[in-house]
C-alpha cells in the first residue's frame, strides 16, 4: 500500500509470476495436443520439480531458515543451486522473511504472508506488492561465504541450472517440447508448491500440537512440498528437522536427510523429544475436551472437568518423569563408559570385572525404566477412560 492507500505492484514480480502461469496454462495443452505426451519431457520436469523443491524444504527451510541441522560445504552448495533455480530469491532473503514470518506469525502489520490479509495474500500476492523488507535476523547465514555469492549471483545461477531442460531437448531434438514442460511448467509447479505452504497449510487441517498459531498438518498437502505439510508441528517446533516426526509421515525431506546422514555430510539433527510432542498433544485434546464441557450443565461438567485434569496431569507428569529416566540414563552411562575407560578396566586382563559391572548396571537401568513404564501404562489407562467418559457425557447429554 502507498501513502493514498492504494496497493501498489512490484512489477517484475508480478510479470514474473503471473506470466510464466498464464504462459503455462496455454503452452502445456497446445503441446499436448499438436506433439502428444512424451516421457521424456514429463520425468525430466518430475526430477527438476522434486530436485529443486527439495532444495527449497531441505536448504533453503530447515538449514538455513532453522539451522535444523548441519551440512558441508558440498551439500549446502548443492542446495544453493538448486534452490537459486527456483526463482525464489536468495536463500538470505528468503530466510529473512521466513524467520520474521515465524517470529510475528499472524500480525497483519509484520508478518509478511499473513493469512489474515487472505487466502491469494498469502499464497502469492504478497510477492508481488511492491514492499521490499530488509534482510532481517541472518547474520549467523551472512557469515557464510557460500551463501552471500548466491545472495549476490542466485537470478543467474537459477537461470544456469533452470535451463539444464533446454541442453537435454537440444540434445534429444524436442527443444521446444522441454522448454515448455522442464522449464515453464516446472517453474509454475515449484512456485506453487511452495506457496501452498504459506496459504493452505494455515487454513485447512488440523491443529493438534497447539492452538496458538494459524498452523495446520495436512497429510495431503506432504507429498505436495516434499514432507512440508505438518505445519501445525513445524510452526510448535521449528528447529526440529522433521516436519513428519512419526514414520508413516509422508517427509521425503526428511527421508532423503536421514539417508545422507550416514555419509556424514550432514549432522547434527535436531529433535523435539517425543514426551514433549505427547504432552503438547495431550495438552491440547485436553483443551478441546474442556471447551465442549464448557457447554453443558455444571453438575455434569465439572466433575468431567476435574477428571480430565487429574488424568492430564498424571499422564503429564509419568511422561516426563520417563523422559527425565532415559535422559539420566543416557549421561549415566556416558559417565561409566568414560569412567571405566580412564582406568583402562578395558584391557583383556579385566574383561570379566568389566562386563559384570555392566551387566549390573544394565540390570538397574532396566528396572528403573520398567518402574516409570509401568507408571505411564497406568496414566494412560487413567487418561483414555476419563476422555471415554466425557466423550460419552457430550453424546448423550
Known amino acids: 500500500m502507498d501513502a493514498t492507500g492504494k496497493r501498489r505492484w512490484n ?127 541472518v547474520a549467523d547465514l551472512e557469515r557464510d561465504p557460500l551463501m552471500r555469492w548466491q545472495h549476490k549471483h542466485h537470478f543467474l545461477i537459477g537461470a544456469v541450472v533452470a535451463s539444464i531442460p533446454f541442453w537435454i531437448g537440444l540434445a534429444l531434438g524436442d527443444f521446444w517440447g522441454f522448454a515448455i514442460v522442464a522449464v515453464l511448467l516446472r517453474i509454475v509447479l515449484t512456485h506453487h508448491t511452495t506457496f501452498l505452504i504459506n496459504s493452505a497449510a494455515h487454513v485447512f487441517g488440523s491443529r493438534p500440537y497447539s492452538e496458538a498459531s494459524s498452523a495446520r498438518d495436512n497429510w495431503v498437502l506432504a507429498p505436495l512440498t516434499y514432507g512440508e505439510g505438518y505445519h501445525n508441528f513445524h510452526h510448535t517446533w521449528q528447529w526440529d528437522y522433521r516436519n513428519g516426526h512419526r514414520w508413516y509421515h509422508w517427509d521425503s525431506t526428511k527421508w532423503i536427510l536421514n539417508s545422507l546422514r550416514w555419509t556424514g555430510l550432514v549432522k547434527g539433527f535436531r529433535t523435539v523429544p517425543g514426551a514433549a510432542i505427547e504432552r503438547a498433544r495431550l495438552e491440547v485434546e485436553a483443551l478441546k475436551l474442556r471447551r465442549r464441557l464448557d457447554n453443558h450443565e455444571p453438575a455434569v461438567a465439572h466433575p468431567l472437568q476435574e477428571r480430565l485434569a487429574h488424568a492430564r496431569l498424571q499422564l503429564d507428569l509419568s511422561l516426563a518423569a520417563l523422559h527425565e529416566c532415559r535422559e539420566g540414563l543416557k549421561a549415566k552411562r556416558a559417565a561409566w563408559r568414560a569412567e571405566w575407560k580412564a582406568k583402562g578396566m578395558a584391557r583383556k586382563a579385566r574383561k570379566e570385572e568389566r562386563a559384570e559391572a555392566w551387566r549390573l548396571a544394565r540390570a538397574e537401568w532396566k528396572a528403573v525404566l520398567a518402574h516409570h513404564r509401568e507408571q505411564l501404562k497406568e496414566a494412560w489407562v487413567e487418561w483414555k477412560a476419563a476422555r471415554s467418559a466425557a466423550r460419552s457425557a457430550l453424546v448423550y447429554a
Open 11 to 137: 512489477r517484475l514480480n508480478t510479470i514474473f509470476l503471473a506470466g510464466t502461469l498464464a504462459a503455462a496454462v496455454i503452452a502445456v495443452p497446445l503441446h499436448l495436443v499438436f506433439n502428444g505426451f512424451r516421457w521424456s519431457e514429463w520425468i525430466t520436469c518430475a526430477v527438476m520439480v522434486f530436485g529443486i523443491g527439495t532444495a527449497i524444504s531441505a536448504g533453503y527451510h530447515r538449514l538455513f531458515s532453522h539451522r535444523a541441522f548441519k551440512a558441508s560445504w558440498p551439500v549446502r552448495l548443492l542446495l544453493l543451486l538448486f534452490g537459486s533455480a527456483s526463482f525464489e530469491n536468495s536463500a538470505l532473503k528468503w530466510a529473512s522473511d521466513h524467520r520474521i514470518h515465524h517470529h510475528h506469525v499472524d500480525d497483519l502489520d509484520k508478518d509478511p504472508y499473513a493469512i489474515g490479509k487472505g487466502f491469494w495474500f498469502a499464497h502469492w500476492t504478497w510477492v508481488m506488492e511492491s514492499k521490499e523488507l530488509p534482510l532481517q535476523g
